[in-house]
Nanobody, 127 residues
């Protein structure tokens, strides 16, 4: 059974940093795409960042580009999201997702239904 477990969320002040982690287990196929999403109450799901595992290419949503950095440790089946210069509008539940397809190269990488999703970790940024 595929499981994705996020951690690292919390309550921080504007301008602070956080590092989120996502551990993937039970995936019997090689996943090509790993993505961070976020969703705030009453808002649509938003793609934060995507990483193509075949070559390490990374992609970012416009609202986080330049502030967030996605990375992975394949040996640990782990994905990370370093979030700097946090803003109140970054407040959301952050969750990771994986897929066997190569989705990052698609402009609509954030609109697909991925093969597996985590439950998320809450990030709250106070002003």
């Amino acid at each position: 059974q595929v499981q994705l477990a996020e951690s690292g969320g919390g309550l921080v002040q504007a301008g602070d940093s956080l590092r989120l982690s996502c551990v993937v287990s039970g995936f019997t196929s090689d996943y090509h795409t790993i993505t961070w999403f976020r969703q705030a109450p009453g808002k649509e799901r938003e793609g934060v960042s995507c990483i193509d595992t075949s070559d390490g290419s990374t992609y970012y949503g416009d609202s986080v580009a330049g502030r967030f950095t996605i990375s992975r440790d394949s040996a640990k089946n782990s994905l990370y999201l370093q979030m700097n210069s946090l803003k109140p509008e970054d407040t959301a539940n952050y969750y990771c997702a994986v897929d066997v397809r190569n989705l990052c190269v698609d402009d609509d990488w954030d609109l697909y239904e991925y093969d597996a999703w985590g439950q998320g970790t809450q990030v709250t940024v106070s002003s």
